[in-house]
């Protein structure tokens, strides 16, 4: 078995954390190739390397002296160098940056840093091979990843070594300067690399043991999902339940390869699994819920259209949505009957708007009323198994109707695997427990 395995920030946070990642990888011959990130925070009140380093291309950009902020920096790696007694030649790489800043180099370059130093450490560490990710990722100019050069070349170089490690969270374009991902992207060359490898499964070691089925923020101590399919994670990361980049899944599902979530802080627990999309896959003898997690957000702001024989109109939901898509304005969902439609979004992208937006929607779809409905929070209720166990919509009603709580509305997709809820913000930490409780107590 092949696995490519992946650290966070937290688990390379300082030397306590290095030395619990190299007992986590050299414990299992398996785990050829890691992708680490650049140091995360130590404690509460703590920075993020890459945090300062942000700050250091910040001070560069507005002519302030950097030296302040990249003394921390020196010293959180210096720190790690030190306490693991490691060979690694610090004060070269530091000059080599530095040279860089005072050359006003451009962003990426000096944000990819935290990978950078944080994989050379580690592999000098472990005592194995370091690869440059700008030498075996590469990125299109339009900003895309060239997977087909990416996919040879890393093929060439995993291939060449025993055990490996690879900072994540940049490539190169094709002129040879770094290119990063968004934040929290060393994910997706995690996942890259497991598809090219051929790996077996995917490991995502961070400091949750894997999802839970709900916030335990709102339920005390909820279970945590044993495995879960890529579908149904899509659905449940849409409303914040995330603890994964979500282009880091398109890799590995794409080349049928597991995701396991793990903690860096209890490696012996088995976290959750993220799996195919058939749902004879996801079938677990030790996993007998209907439901495989809850997850919300609030403040949803809704548009109720209301127009008699609307039905039988070509084009009326498209006039809608001009008025929204003209403004850059993103739609979550469009729940519909014979002679209304709604259209749901955050409330944040049009509070400033909302009476200019009705207005226009009146005149656009020639309306009879459009009314706004504030204060919506959204919930969905996730399970691939929902599709074949009859009453379970009646469940979940009855639940919310039992604690009081008004349903405002309601949106279910075809393949069943979800519904969502629509209640007040003020019912929505007890809308959260209430079905929690109906389907896992």
């Known amino acids: 078995m092949l696995k490519v395995a992946k650290f966070g920030g937290t688990s390379m946070a300082d030397a306590a954390q290095f030395r619990k990642v190299h007992k986590i990888v050299t414990n299992d011959d398996d785990r050829k190739f890691v992708v680490v990130s650049a140091p995360g925070k130590r404690f509460k009140e703590d920075n993020k390397i890459t945090d300062l380093l942000y700050l250091t291309h910040a001070h560069i950009k507005f002519s302030v002296p950097y030296a302040p902020v990249f003394k921390i920096i020196e010293e959180r790696f210096n720190s790690i160098k030190e306490e693991l007694n490691l060979n ?9 940056i530095k040279e860089r800043l005072d050359n006003k180099c451009e962003e990426n370059y000096i944000v990819s840093r935290g990978e950078y130093l944080s994989a050379m450490l580690l592999a000098d560490y472990m005592e194995c091979d370091f690869i440059d990710a700008k030498d075996v990722i590469f990125f299109n100019y339009d900003g895309t990843v060239n997977r087909d050069k990416t996919h040879e070349k890393l093929t060439e170089v995993l291939n060449g070594s025993r055990r490996a490690i690879i900072p994540g969270f940049y490539g190169s374009y094709p002129d040879g300067s770094i290119k990063t991902f968004s934040r929290g992207g060393s994910d997706i060359t995690g996942s890259i690399i497991a598809s090219a ?15 839970l089925m709900a916030d335990p923020r709102i339920v005390k101590n909820p279970r945590q999902i044993k495995r879960i399919t890529y579908q149904e994670l899509r659905e449940l990361s849409y409303m914040g339940a995330s603890v994964l980049h979500d ?18 802080n209890e490696p012996d627990n088995p976290g959750t699994i993220i799996v195919g999309d058939d749902e004879k896959a996801y079938e677990s003898k030790d996993d007998d819920h209907i439901i495989t997690g809850i997850a919300g957000k609030k403040n949803f702001t809704v548009f109720y259209i209301h127009k008699e024989h609307m039905a039988n109109e070509v084009g009326i939901i498209r006039s809608a949505l001009e008025v929204f898509d003209d403004r850059g304005i993103s739609i979550d969902h469009i729940p519909s009957g014979i002679d209304s439609f709604s259209i749901v979004l955050p409330s944040e992208s049009v509070e400033r708007i909302t009476h200019e937006i009705v207005e226009e929607l009146k005149a656009k779809c020639k309306a009879e009323s459009v009314h706004v409905h504030k204060n919506l929070s959204l919930i969905t209720t996730v399970g691939i198994k929902m599709a074949y166990k009859p009453g379970i919509s009646a469940k979940l009603f009855t639940a919310l109707g039992d604690n009081n709580i008004n349903i405002r509305m309601i949106d279910q997709g075809s393949s069943e695997i979800n519904i969502i809820v629509g209640v007040e913000d003020k019912d929505f930490e007890k809308a959260i427990k209430a079905i929690y409780d109906a389907f896992v107590r």
């Open 88 to 96: 690694i030649n610090l004060e070269h790489e530091f000059k080599v």
């Open 197 to 211: 490898a051929g790996a077996d499964i995917y490991e995502n070691w961070t400091d949750v043991s894997g999802f």
């Open 247 to 264: 282009e880091a899944v398109f890799p590995a599902r794409q080349a049928g390869i597991p995701i396991n979530i793990r903690n860096t």
